[in-house]
């Protein structure tokens, strides 16, 4: 197990009663996540409320009760993917700080592609890494030979590539909280899943 896939423990928070990792948007920190990680999704409109996309108690560290309000920027309920941002900092200025001390508090993930084929590594509930098999083809991610079982309660985690980037966000749990299994998908691959805004802000990122 490489330093990076060791560090990358700090940059996963609890999102509910599962996980997300955080990564560094353009003007501020964001935490992707599954989409069935959230208690409700927003309405589906083009225009809505603050409090309509606005949670509370939602985030935390990972062990402690979530208790830190986020904003939905993004959901889709097909690839079961979301993105997380700070409250309003006008309407929510006390909240949006809270949120703001979480994220300054962890590390942050790079992202990358993988190839068709690789390892990769989960997070298991106890906190440790253990590796696994990955597959796309030009799709989302399938997982196979996983060294621990993937469960309940892993979902938001990330993915990782060897060099310790996020790859992708593990959702499936093998229809059952309590039956571990080794094989899991189909995965959100971030190259592939995230919304094109988010991806344009990561990129400009790596290259700032």
């Given at each position: ?101 979480l994220m300054q508090a962890s590390a942050i993930l790079p992202m990358a592609d ?95």
């Open positions: 197990m490489t330093a990076p896939v060791l560090e990358a423990t700090r940059a996963v928070v609890r999102v509910g009663d599962g996980r997300g990792f955080i990564v560094e948007g353009e003007r501020s920190r964001l935490v992707i996540t599954a989409a069935h990680c959230l208690p409700l999704f927003p309405p589906c409109a083009t225009f809505s409320h603050l409090e309509e996309r606005t949670y509370r108690d939602l985030l935390g560290s990972l062990g402690d009760e979530p208790s830190i309000w986020a904003e939905c920027l993004f959901v889709d309920p097909i690839s079961d993917l979301a993105v997380l941002g700070p409250p309003d900092n006008q309407e929510l200025y006390e909240q949006a700080e809270t949120y703001e001390g993988p190839p068709q084929a690789s390892t990769a590594w989960l997070l298991s509930l106890d906190g440790r890494w253990f590796q696994c098999e990955v597959q796309h083809s030009d799709s989302p991610l399938w997982l196979f030979k996983a060294a621990d079982g993937i469960v309940g309660g892993m979902s938001g985690s990330p993915i990782l590539s060897d060099e310790g980037a996020a790859i992708g966000v593990l959702t499936s749990s093998g229809g059952g909280v309590d039956m571990a299994h080794t094989d899991g998908g189909p995965c959100p691959r971030l190259a592939y899943n995230l919304p094109g805004w988010l991806l344009r802000e990561l990129a400009a990122r790596r290259t700032a």
